[in-house]
């Protein structure tokens, strides 16, 4: 790979929550001509996202928050979403875990993972760990809503999985790695009872 790719320059842009910043790059092409880009890079960490599931009831809890870019683009900007957030130095598993608690009250069991994904890799680092857990009474611990001091503001919705399924075919679900956790669900599911 380095034999492709030369990092001419970089140059931070902005340092706050995350860093952006500005790369000059030499791209070396299959065809052998080498081309100078530009690109800009926001790094906040990666990350870790759970879909709570309660296989007896087929229901699905997720979080609906507001979202800042969701509003600048003209959508609905409290977006229906898994719970998710920065690993924080955590293991995948263990941050996916932790929000799940912060965001809903629940502390999930049998966690699975499903794969890890980039939702935007034209300009983000972020990389998603992917994970499905279980839920029911037992599991809640407290009234979840998130953390005042990150600025959430988490209402708690629990949903048949196949309404949630069909709110993605109705754009009332938005949310990359939320389609992704409820369409493998949804897949296993059927692989199973088949």
Request: net charge negative.
């Amino acid at each position: 790979m380095s034999d492709r790719i030369t990092i001419v320059s970089r140059t931070l842009l902005v340092k706050k929550w995350g860093n952006l910043t500005n790369f000059s790059l030499d791209y070396r092409r299959r065809d052998g001509q080498i081309q100078r880009l530009e690109r800009e890079v926001y790094d906040h960490g990666s990350a870790a996202a759970l879909l709570l599931f309660d296989p007896d009831r087929d229901t699905v809890l997720l979080v609906r928050q507001f979202r800042l870019p969701v509003y600048l683009n003209g959508d609905d900007p409290d977006l229906l979403e898994v719970c998710a957030g920065l690993l924080d130095g955590e293991s995948a598993e263990v941050a996916a875990a932790r929000e799940a608690l912060e965001e809903t009250g629940h502390a999930p069991h049998s966690l699975l993972h499903v794969c890890d994904c980039y939702a935007s890799p034209g300009s983000l680092t972020e990389k998603v760990a992917l994970f499905i857990g279980r839920y029911d009474a037992g599991t809640l611990r407290d009234a979840g809503g998130g953390l005042v001091e990150e600025g959430e503001e988490i209402e708690i919705v629990e949903l048949a999985l196949t309404e949630a399924l069909s709110m993605i075919g109705d754009g009332r679900i938005l949310d990359a790695k939320t389609i992704i956790l409820l369409q493998h669900l949804a897949l296993s599911q059927r692989m199973t009872r088949a």
